[in-house]
Nanobody
Framework: QVHVVESGGGLAQAGGSLRLSCAGS????????IGWLRQAPGKEREFVAS????????YYADSVKGRFTISRNNAKNTVYLQMNSLKPEDTAVYYC???????????????????WGQGTQVTVSS
């Protein structure tokens, strides 16, 4: 079992940057693929990015490709989401989630993860 906690959210201006962190507990955190998902008010949950347990493969939604970068440091039990060139439409609660299954990471699903954090609010002003 793994426990994940997000941090780093806040308020940014359009064109600005934020870095989110997903800190994991447990000695097996490095075995889990991690996804970042987001949900804006009144909208369905949306896939943002995901990364395999080794960091060897990562996947991005078209809406964030070229602006967001997912990475991980397993020695620190942390996955990062660097968000650049932020847009008002990036405003949402951002969640990280963990899974042991690589196909969950690769298919960019929004629902098949095993463990979820509580979320961190990102607000981008125009």
């Amino acid at each position: 079992q793994v426990h994940v906690v997000e941090s780093g959210g806040g308020l940014a201006q359009a064109g600005g940057s934020l870095r989110l962190s997903c800190a994991g507990s447990g000695r097996t955190f490095g075995s889990y693929g991690i996804g970042w998902l987001r949900q804006a008010p009144g909208k369905e949950r949306e896939f943002v990015a995901s990364i395999t347990w080794s960091g060897g493969n990562s996947y991005y939604a078209d809406s964030v490709k070229g602006r967001f970068t997912i990475s991980r440091n397993n020695a620190k039990n942390t996955v990062y989401l660097q968000m650049n060139s932020l847009k008002p439409e990036d405003t949402a609660v951002y969640y990280c989630a963990a899974t042991l299954y690589e196909d969950v990471i690769a298919t960019m699903t929004t629902t098949e993860y095993d463990y979820w954090g509580q979320g961190t609010q990102v607000t981008v002003s125009s």
